[in-house]
Nanobody, 121 residues
Framework: QVQLVESGGGSVQAGGSLRLSCVAS????????MGWYRQAPGKQRELVAR????????NYGDDVKGRFTISRDHARNTVYLQMNNLKPEDTGIYYC??????????????WGQGTQVSVSS
């Protein structure tokens, strides 16, 4: 069973940047699409970004396009989320996930425990 551990969250001012990491253990994620979701207090979990297993295709939520970048490093079994020009509405818990296959058009297989991101105005 793959386990996912997120890190890199924290508190920043609007306009700042953070880089989240999601390290997988207990198995390789090389052949899995990966994603980042977030959940703000009182709101549903929403898609932030996702990437295919080979890393050639990415997809972003409308609110983060042009500001966030998802990437992956197979050698490190890790997925990253670079977040620039952060806004207060980006505040929430950020979760990493694996999909069951190489594409995000498949069920989600695993979730991490989440990392808190807080953006102040």
């Amino acid at each position: 069973q793959v386990q996912l551990v997120e890190s890199g969250g924290g508190s920043v001012q609007a306009g700042g940047s953070l880089r989240l990491s999601c390290v997988a253990s207990g198995g390789s994620i090389r052949f899995n699409a990966m994603g980042w979701y977030r959940q703000a207090p009182g709101k549903q979990r929403e898609l932030v970004a996702r990437i295919t297993s080979a890393g050639y295709d990415t997809n972003y939520g409308d609110d983060v396009k042009g500001r966030f970048t998802i990437s992956r490093d197979h050698a490190r079994n890790t997925v990253y989320l670079q977040m620039n020009n952060l806004k207060p509405e980006d505040t929430g818990i950020y979760y990493c996930n694996t999909y069951k296959t190489y594409t995000w058009n498949s069920d989600i297989a695993n979730w991490g425990q989440g990392t808190q991101v807080s953006v102040s105005s």
